[in-house]
């Protein structure tokens, strides 16, 4: 079975702020891959990155930076210098091998407030 | 490049009512997967459709079913609606073979069931 946890459920901060969002997976896969999601109020859930489990290197795209570690199955999400315009909905999500679904967390509210 | 579209955004229906939902993937992709969006949870997979059949099915009952069309279009179709079927239906498109890649989301059909 495959499983997503995203522990917090709702986070804070005022702008400017740094603020990293928790993702631990679990499953049975040797080969999978790990996303996150942002889902404005709009609805539409926007692609952010994709990370196979073959490659632990961390990743750097502009104010977004992702952590993944094999050892702890934590694939962690950090925000810096936060801006309103960040505020959503975020859902890290795992696709198994060999599976077509894609299982996501319940998600973590982001509010940036100015 | 038209992304994944929806229709309707918004409808309204009566318990034990039947209900269609419509989904045009992006443009290049072929494979479509249905996901519901209970209101403060993450998307939960219905089924995906893949050169017009059923390739795989989550934890949904037979009322729910879907279609995909030579355009790689596709439906979703809800029988004998309950009042728990009111949420988000997000329909997803991805190319083929390449589910790893992620999934191109749309902006979703809310469903109230009253």
């Known amino acids: 079975a495959q499983k997503v946890t995203q522990a917090q459920t709702e986070i804070s901060v005022v702008e400017k702020e740094d603020v990293t969002l928790d993702c631990v997976y679990e499953?049975?896969?040797?080969?999978?891959?790990l996303f996150w999601y942002k889902q404005p109020p709009s609805g539409e859930l926007v692609f952010l990155i994709r990370?196979?489990?073959?490659?632990?290197q961390n990743e750097i795209s502009g104010r977004y930076s992702w952590n993944f570690q094999k050892s702890t199955s934590s694939f962690n999400f950090t925000i810096t210098a936060s801006q309103v315009v960040d505020s959503a909905v975020y859902f890290c999500?795992?696709?198994?091998?060999?599976?077509?679904?894609?299982?996501f967390g319940k998600g973590t509210l982001l509010t940036v407030n100015p | 490049d038209a992304g994944v579209t929806q229709s309707p955004t918004h409808l309204i229906k009566t318990r034990g009512q039947q209900v269609t939902l419509r989904c045009s993937p992006k443009?290049?992709?072929?494979?479509v997967s249905w996901y519901q969006q209970a209101l403060g949870q993450g998307p939960q997979f219905i089924f995906q459709?893949?050169?017009?059949?059923?390739?795989q099915r989550g934890n949904f009952p037979d009322r729910f079913s879907g279609h995909q069309f030579p355009n790689y279009s596709s439906e979703l179709n809800v029988n004998a609606l309950l009042l728990g079927d009111s949420a988000l239906y997000l329909c997803?498109?991805?190319?083929?073979?390449?589910?790893?890649?992620?999934?191109?989301f749309g902006s979703g059909t809310r469903l109230t069931v009253v």
């Open positions: 997803a498109s991805s190319p083929s073979g390449g589910s790893s890649y992620g999934y191109t």
């Open positions: 499953t049975r896969d040797t080969t999978y891959y």
């Open positions: 990370r196979n489990s073959f490659d632990e």
């Open positions: 999500a795992l696709l198994g091998g060999s599976n077509y679904k894609l299982t």
């Open positions: 443009s290049g992709h072929d494979t």
């Open positions: 459709y893949y050169e017009e059949e059923e390739r």
